[in-house]
C-alpha cells in the first residue's frame, strides 16, 4: 500500500518568516494530494489540495508544489502568523473505485513565535 | 446543513465493555471513512464505506466492526473495549473523488 513520509516533525518559526513542510510518497498511482491544519483539539481541516495533473496551486499565503517524477510534494506559507500555528498532515491518494483512499503522513508541528 | 456529526463527543469505557460510535453526514456523500487519531500521530484508517451495504476494511480494523445500512450512516463498533483502543475517532465523508469532510471527533478512554 502507499506510505506517506512528512518531514520535520517540528517546525519553530519566527513570525513573518516562511515554512516549508516536505512529503513523500510510495505509489506512483497516487494521484491526489491534500493538506490538513489540525488545531489542538479540533477536527483536521482542509487547507489545500493538489492533484497529479498540476506542479503547483497557490491560495494567498499557502502554495503546494508536486514533483510527480521524485514523488515529492510541499507546502509552503509565507508570512506566518501566530493563528498559523497548528499541526499539519499532508495525504496521498490511491484511485479506488473513483474514492478518496487517503494515507496521511505523521504530521508536523509548526509553532509560530511572535 | 450540519456537515458530518459524531455522537459522543467524550466517552471512557471500562476493558471488555462495548459501545457504538455514530457517525451521520447530510451531504448525500457515498464514502465514508472512520480513522483514529493516537496522542501525538497521525490519522489511520479502520474501515470505510463505498455506499450502503458496502464496507471493507482500512489499515486497522481489528477490534471494529461497522455497518452502513443507509447513505447517511455509518456507526463504528467495539465489542470488547481495550487500552489500546483510546484514541480520537473521526468519522469522515466525501464525494467521488473529492475532498474529505470530519466530524469533530470523539474522544474515547479505555481504562
Known amino acids: 500500500g502507499e506510505n506517506v513520509e512528512q518531514h520535520p516533525s517540528t517546525l519553530s518559526v519566527q513570525e513573518g518568516d516562511s515554512a516549508v513542510i516536505k512529503c513523500t510518497y510510495s505509489?506512483?498511482?497516487?494521484?491526489?494530494f491534500p493538506w490538513y491544519k489540525q488545531e489542538l483539539g479540533k477536527r483536521p481541516q482542509l487547507i489545500i489540495d493538489i492533484r497529479s495533473n498540476v506542479g503547483e496551486k497557490k491560495d494567498q499565503r499557502i502554495a503546494v508544489t508536486l514533483n510527480k517524477t521524485a514523488k515529492h510534494f510541499s507546502l509552503h506559507i509565507t508570512e506566518t502568523q501566530p493563528e498559523d500555528s497548528a499541526v499539519y498532515f499532508c495525504a496521498a491518494s490511491t484511485p479506488w473505485d473513483a474514492g478518496n483512499m487517503l494515507t496521511f503522513g505523521g504530521g508536523t508541528r509548526l509553532m509560530v513565535k511572535p | 446543513n450540519a456537515g458530518v456529526t459524531q455522537t459522543p463527543k467524550f466517552r471512557i469505557l471500562k476493558i471488555g465493555q462495548s459501545m457504538t460510535l455514530q457517525c451521520t453526514q447530510d451531504?448525500?456523500?457515498?464514502?465514508m471513512y472512520w480513522y483514529r487519531q493516537d496522542p501525538g500521530m497521525g490519522l489511520k484508517l479502520i474501515y470505510y464505506s463505498v455506499g450502503a451495504g458496502i464496507t471493507d476494511k482500512g489499515e486497522v480494523p481489528n477490534g471494529y466492526n461497522v455497518s452502513r445500512s443507509t447513505t447517511e450512516d455509518f456507526p463504528l463498533r467495539l465489542e470488547l473495549a481495550a487500552p489500546s483502543q483510546t484514541s480520537v475517532y473521526f468519522c469522515?465523508?466525501?464525494?467521488?473523488?473529492?475532498?474529505?469532510?470530519f466530524g469533530s471527533g470523539t474522544q474515547l478512554s479505555v481504562l
Open positions: 469522515a465523508s466525501s464525494a467521488v473523488n473529492e475532498k474529505l469532510f
Open positions: 451531504m448525500n456523500h457515498n464514502y
Open positions: 505509489d506512483s498511482a497516487s494521484n491526489y
